[in-house]
Structure formats: structure tokens, C-alpha cells
């Protein structure tokens, strides 16, 4: 008779500075691992898109470059993990942001690690000066590394790719600068609990194959990865 064996689930946070490859890095962690993935980001353009209160609110603050109110964020997220299954690990990505966040977070949630992508802010600047956005899906592209095939259009769709205004450089600048005053400080509230993990380049292909070693060494039977 073949025995299933029971995994137990891991609950991981992915954290980095605006541009640093978060969105990329935590695509491949779902692709190669059984883990679901919950973006802060995804959830507040569901309700940007749907135009609720909490989305006309929302837009407001990402517009001028500021956070969104933890009170706000916080229920989003943590409705959103009340609904997957107890046996499930997950990843969460653009959130927590803030230390009271953190601590809201901790009360509800135990976590496993958190994976840091440390992407030097000069680098993050070039990154986010040719950064194009399909608005209502939210796929992106950057000039650099990943452009679209017709310049100014999207893909699947064909239409129109727009800079958001939260990635003009006077935008980007203020939104670094409100991570290293705000979120920043998480890497010390999660480092003194054993938790952070912390990984350094500059390109998502150099960071990559070092979270992933990390991953597969605590979730081998969770791994989808075809080695």
C-alpha cells in the first residue's frame, strides 16, 4: 500500500523596494513550488477596477507615491488568507509594509521566512525609468529586459502601454524613500525573529537560483520545479 506522506504548510512573505523584482521572483516561486500567491498590489487594483470605496481611496495615496492606510490593506489581506485552506502554503508579496502591519500579521498568521530581494536603489531608478504598464491587467513591461513586441502596446490585447505615474522619477525617488523610512525597518523586526533571509544583485537572474536553493531545501515535497 502507498502511503501519502502530510506536508506541512509554509507561510512565506517576499520583500524588497519598489521595482526590485518582486512580481518576477514570486511568478517563478508559483510556477516551480506548490505555494498560492496573494499580492497586496493585485488586490488593490481588483478594487481600483471595480471602483469600490476602499479602491477610490486607494488610488488616491498610490497616485501621489504614498503607502495606503495599514487599516485598509490589512483587511484586504488578511480576508484573503481566511479563505485558503489551512493545508495550503502561500506567499505573500507587497505586504506587510509597515511594523504595525507586521504585528497585526503576527496575531492572526504564523510565519515560516522571509525571502528579501536586495536590489541596490541606483539600480532600481534605471529599472523603473523604462517600466510600461497595461492598465487593466496590470501586466508590465520595461524597455531593458522584457519589452513589449510592438513598442507601446501590450501584448495580448494590442492596446495602448501607459507610464504609470507612480514610476516617474520623481515618483520613483519618493516612493524609495518612504520604503527605507517605512518598510524598510521590517528587516530588523523579522531578522531579530530568525525569520528574514536576505539575497543581494542586481538582476532578477542572478537573485533567483539562490531563492530558489533556499526554498527546495524547506519545501522538497512541495516542489514543482522539473530540476
Given amino acids: 500500500m502507498r502511503l501519502t506522506l502530510l506536508r506541512r504548510a509554509v507561510h512565506a512573505i517576499i520583500m524588497g523596494p519598489p521595482g526590485s523584482g518582486k512580481g518576477t521572483v514570486s511568478s517563478r516561486i508559483i510556477r516551480d513550488f506548490d505555494m498560492q500567491h496573494l499580492s497586496s498590489g493585485d488586490l488593490l487594483r481588483a478594487e481600483i477596477a471595480e ?82 504598464t497595461h492598465l487593466s491587467s496590470g501586466r508590465v513591461y520595461n524597455d531593458g529586459f522584457n519589452p513589449p513586441k510592438v513598442p507601446g502596446v501590450d501584448d495580448i490585447t494590442g492596446e495602448p502601454l501607459v ?34 533571509h536576505s539575497y543581494s544583485g542586481t538582476k532578477t537572474d542572478e537573485i533567483w537560483p539562490k531563492v530558489k536553493e533556499f526554498l527546495n531545501s524547506i519545501m522538497p515535497q512541495g516542489n514543482r520545479s522539473r530540476l
Avoid at 521566512?113 to 523604462?130: A, H, K, M, Y
Avoid at 519618493?174 to 527605507?180: D, G, H, I, M, S
Fill in 51 to 132: 471602483e469600490s470605496t476602499h479602491g477610490v481611496r486607494a488610488k488616491q495615496y498610490i497616485e501621489e507615491g504614498k503607502l495606503v492606510p495599514d487599516a485598509l490593506v490589512v483587511e484586504l489581506v488578511l480576508s484573503q488568507i481566511q479563505k485558503i485552506s489551512t493545508n495550503t502554503s502561500w506567499l505573500l508579496d507587497g505586504f506587510p509594509r509597515t511594523i504595525e502591519q507586521a504585528k497585526e500579521l503576527s496575531k492572526k498568521e504564523k510565519l515560516d521566512c522571509v525571502i528579501n530581494l536586495d536590489v541596490p536603489f541606483n539600480t532600481i531608478r534605471e529599472r523603473l525609468s523604462g517600466r510600461w
Fill in 163 to 196: 507610464q504609470r505615474n507612480d514610476d516617474k522619477p520623481e515618483t520613483v525617488q519618493k516612493r524609495l524613500e518612504t520604503y527605507q523610512l517605512q518598510t524598510a525597518p521590517l528587516l530588523d523586526f523579522y531578522g531579530e525573529k530568525g525569520l528574514l
